[in-house]
């Protein structure tokens, strides 16, 4: 959590400031399943462009969320993993999950039928 950019009294901002915007929350659902490589993260997240997802795992990375291993091959590989302190987010991501299905998704579905 090196990166809040100040000291702030309410909880919830202080998740917001880790896991809010666009991208991370999407990013660490898609860890959920477990270690992921750039390419498979980029395929299920296909709007996000390449850029973005690079500097969106950097933050995440520094705020300790998630774990970037390296490995010295050829073609060189790197894999993404949670954290123990992503991890603990998991019951967060999963109850907007279902949510997302129970109030969005099922009525959309109502609605285009």
Not at 45 to 56: A, H, N, Y
């Amino acid at each position: 959590m090196t990166r809040l950019k100040e000291m702030t009294q309410c909880p919830v901002t202080a998740t917001l400031e880790l896991i809010g915007g666009k991208w991370k929350t999407i990013i660490l659902y898609s860890l959920t399943a477990g270690t992921r490589r750039f390419g498979e993260i980029a395929v299920r997240i296909p709007d996000i462009s390449r850029k973005v997802l690079t500097e969106q795992l950097k933050e995440l990375e520094a705020d300790g969320l998630i774990l970037r291993v390296q490995y010295k091959e050829i073609p060189p590989r790197v894999e993404y993993s949670l954290t123990e302190l992503g991890k603990s987010l998991t019951p967060v991501i999963r109850e907007l999950e279902l949510w997302g299905m129970e109030n969005i998704l099922a009525k959309r579905q109502l609605i285009l039928a």
